[in-house]
C-alpha cells in the first residue's frame, strides 16, 4: 500500500497562488499515477488534474483549471504538485491527491487517498 499525505493548503487572496505537495509513503511514488481531485462544500468530489506514472510525460487538466494549474512528479522526492496560479474564489475547495495503478482521470481513479489540505480564496 501507498501512504498520502497532502500539505501546502491555505487562505490566499483572488490572483495568488498556491503550491500543494503530495507526499508519499509505503512505497515507490514513480510507479503510480497521480492525480488531483478537489471538493468544495456541499458540492461533489471533482477531477482538477492528473499525471501519467514514471515519467509523468502525460498529463490532463479539468477545464476550469487549464492554464492557471501545473501539474509536475518528482519521483526522487517522492512527491507529485499541483502549482496553481491566478486562483479564483471558486478553486475554494479540501484538495486531494489520488494514485493509480494504471491511470486517474475524470472518472477513474484508484483506491489510494490524502487526508486533504483546504485551499481558501478570499475575494
Known amino acids: 500500500q501507498v501512504q498520502l499525505v497532502e500539505s501546502g493548503g491555505g487562505l490566499v487572496q483572488a490572483g495568488g497562488s498556491l503550491r500543494l505537495s503530495c507526499a508519499a509513503s509505503g512505497r515507490t511514488l514513480s510507479r503510480y499515477a497521480m492525480g488531483w481531485f478537489r471538493q468544495a462544500t456541499g458540492k461533489e468530489r471533482e477531477f482538477v488534474a492528473a499525471i501519467s506514472s514514471w515519467s509523468g510525460s502525460r498529463k490532463d487538466y479539468a477545464d476550469s483549471v487549464q492554464g492557471r494549474f501545473t501539474i509536475s512528479r518528482d519521483n526522487a522526492k517522492n512527491t507529485v504538485y499541483l502549482e496553481m496560479n491566478s486562483l479564483k474564489p471558486e478553486d475554494t475547495a479540501v484538495y486531494y491527491c489520488?494514485?493509480?495503478?494504471?491511470?486517474?482521470?475524470?472518472?477513474?481513479?484508484?483506491?489510494?487517498w490524502g487526508q486533504g489540505t483546504q485551499v481558501t480564496v478570499s475575494s
Open positions: 489520488n494514485a493509480d495503478d494504471t491511470r486517474v482521470s475524470p472518472t477513474a481513479w484508484g483506491d489510494y
